[in-house]
């Protein structure tokens, strides 16, 4: 089915929307799916304990809930986004919430720690047609007005997430001391009830699609689809779990992905248009800054809490108490420069900011004072905060408008690369025990990293560019801007 046809019903079959403004009754669903897998990994950062001992499980056994929830997610995410930009937002938003609500309830009566992990898988895909869904509305509805939705609108779904992240681990405690673990994973219930009534009732219904039999599994490419998954799986389980004795791991990975990149190129409708993305080199720098920018941050988040609890003698109350500037400057550095739509310079003062959060880290000891430890979380809050927004921003600019959800699902698909690489190298910087020298080999590492982010934005170019005219008419036809490759 042409995406133009469901654009078309988009625009046609939304009763009582504005013509020339945003769809504020949008934003309620947008938002609620955007949150169902961050607060799900905020969540369960406070309920492994309680897990492990309910079911007399080791921490490397409990790692896998989280594991879980990371692969099905990374593997979902693009191929959600592709069936969203064939099929529009609403029957997947829809289903994905159902498998959510589904997921929570088998994790909430499961007997033991298998049954629990595949929750998490089923969780992990079920939230994965949230944000997807959101970005391909903010563009559906730029097309229907003739314009760019209100910057607004993406700093809602950036401010919405960073929030989900704040108040997630204290939500876990609440709701273990109230059920024990399991409402953790019930919690999910109610959520997926609400969604799916904001979604039957507010999403726009896409015209219902014409063709042949056959024809679906051919426009979704499901070989493609499952080559993906194929390269992706066994490098996300390296990544997790670096071995000398997994060396085949790789190599299944580099294989996989020859075969992908031969299936794609011949494809009538490929999954991910390589030929299109490869010409696209602005959109692939924005993923490549998204691993960068995510690894920094998740180091610093999983490396920091240990090393506060083992290194400085914190309780993990405290420590995560230490946290909290970091996510609070985070949310009101995306509040008040939302609205701003240049996005080169908030990358620029992004990997500017990470690199001196990375240089604080290094003066950190053992006897460091307490406002040390919260001026380095608040460091590290101004470029997550700017780095959040903006890397949604310019995939929502530089993306095909065609391949939106796809796209969308791809920036996830590399931020759980980025915290997977960030897991990594925490456990080979702290694997001895989390003390002041693993901890500053990990933040030479962090630096690293935030010196590579900056150089590849200020090698980009294109930025210059992206996002900063404002559009006032209708956008040229998507054909225009790349092959329609049979679509």
């Given at each position: 089915m042409n995406l133009r046809t469901v654009r078309s019903a988009l625009r046609t079959r939304r009763p009582g929307a504005p013509k020339d403004a945003f769809d504020r009754r949008l934003l309620a669903p947008m938002m609620l799916g955007a949150?169902?897998?961050?607060?799900?990994?905020?969540?369960?950062?406070?309920?492994?304990?309680?897990?492990?001992?309910?079911?007399?499980?080791?921490?490397?056994?409990?790692?896998?809930?989280?594991?879980?929830?990371?692969?099905a997610t990374a593997i979902g995410q693009p191929v959600v986004g592709r069936l969203i930009d064939l099929q529009g937002p609403r029957r997947l938003f829809l289903a994905g919430t159902a498998l959510t609500g589904i997921a929570g309830l088998v994790g909430m009566l499961a007997p033991n720690l298998g049954v629990l992990i595949a929750a998490r898988v089923l969780l992990g895909f079920g939230t994965c047609a949230g944000y997807p869904a959101a970005m391909y509305l903010v563009r559906s509805e730029a097309d229907r007005t003739g314009r760019d939705s209100p910057a607004a609108v993406l700093t809602a779904l950036a401010v919405t997430t960073q929030t989900v992240a704040v108040i997630g681990p204290s939500l876990g405690g609440l709701l273990i001391g109230l059920g024990g673990w399991r409402t953790t994973l019930a919690v999910n219930i109610p959520l997926a009830l609400a969604g799916l009534y904001l979604g039957a009732r507010r999403l726009p219904r896409s015209a219902p699609p014409q063709?042949?039999?056959?024809?679906?599994?051919?426009?979704?490419?499901?070989?493609?689809?499952?080559?993906?998954?194929?390269?992706?799986?066994?490098?996300?389980?390296?990544?997790?779990?670096?071995?000398?004795?997994?060396?085949?791991?790789?190599?299944?990975?580099?294989?996989?992905?020859?075969?992908?990149?031969?299936?794609?190129?011949?494809?009538?409708?490929?999954?991910?248009?390589?030929?299109?993305?490869?010409?696209?080199?602005?959109?692939?720098?924005?993923?490549?800054?998204?691993?960068?920018?995510?690894?920094?941050?998740?180091?610093?988040?999983?490396?920091?809490?240990?090393?506060?609890?083992?290194?400085?003698?914190?309780?993990?109350?405290?420590?995560?108490?230490?946290?909290?500037?970091?996510?609070g400057t985070a949310i009101v550095v995306s509040a008040v420069t939302g609205r701003r739509r240049q996005i080169r310079g908030k990358l620029l003062a992004g990997g500017l900011g990470q690199i001196a959060a990375c240089t604080l880290v290094l003066l950190l000891g053992p006897h460091s004072p307490l406002w040390l430890l919260l001026v380095v979380a608040l460091a590290f809050g101004i470029p997550q905060g700017l780095n959040g927004l903006a890397l949604q921003s310019a995939v929502y600019h530089q993306a095909h408008p065609e391949r939106i959800g796809s796209s969308a699902g791809l920036l996830r698909t590399f931020s759980y690369l980025g915290a997977i690489v960030a897991a990594a190298a925490t456990g080979a910087c702290l694997g001895q025990g989390a003390d002041t020298a693993g901890l500053h080999q990990l933040a030479r590492f962090m630096l690293a990293a935030a010196v590579l982010y900056l150089l590849v934005t200020v090698a980009d170019r294109s930025l210059r560019q992206t996002g900063a005219p404002q559009r006032d008419t209708p956008a040229p036809p998507a054909a225009a801007a790349a092959p329609s490759r049979g679509r």
């Open positions: 949150i169902l897998n961050p607060v799900n990994s905020a969540i369960l950062a406070v309920s492994l304990v309680p897990i492990g001992a309910a079911f007399g499980a080791p921490p490397a056994a409990t790692a896998w809930l989280v594991s879980a929830l990371y692969l063709r042949t039999r056959g024809s679906l599994a051919t426009e979704l490419d499901l070989a493609g689809m499952a080559l993906f998954a194929a390269a992706l799986l066994p490098l996300l389980l390296f990544l997790m779990h670096p071995s000398a004795e997994d060396w085949y791991l790789p190599a299944v990975t580099v294989l996989a992905a020859a075969c992908f990149a031969r299936r794609e190129s011949r494809a009538a409708n490929p999954f991910i248009d390589l030929r299109v993305l490869g010409g696209n080199l602005p959109l692939i720098a924005t993923y490549i800054r998204a691993l960068l920018a995510y690894t920094v941050a998740y180091a610093f988040l999983y490396g920091c809490t240990q090393w506060m609890q083992e290194g400085r003698g914190l309780t993990a109350p405290q420590a995560g108490l230490a946290q909290l500037p970091l996510f």
